[in-house]
């Protein structure tokens, strides 16, 4: 069994509304020295079997095309074996 961590962050030029709010909160709750706060969603996927290149390159592309928008957001794959 393979597990795949899809993580999908706004791009760093794309205002982040949900970041700045959580920011200004963690501030008024004492926490000082924020600088920024982002947020992101993060995907988790289990398969079956091994995970050949040509999974991988699928994985990949399902990625860029399902799970983030490519023109707001970044992604990066991480594979735990």
Request: glycine share 8%; proline share 4%.
């Amino acid at each position: 069994m393979a597990r795949i961590v899809v993580t999908v962050m706004l791009k760093p030029e794309i205002l982040d509304p949900q970041g700045t709010a959580v920011r200004g909160a963690l501030t008024r709750l004492g926490l000082t020295g924020v600088a920024d706060v982002r947020q992101g969603k993060r995907f988790v996927i289990d398969l079956e079997g091994s995970l050949d290149a040509d999974r991988e390159a699928l994985l990949t592309k399902l990625a860029g095309e399902l799970l983030a928008n490519p023109v707001i957001e970044d992604y990066s794959l991480q594979v735990e074996a």
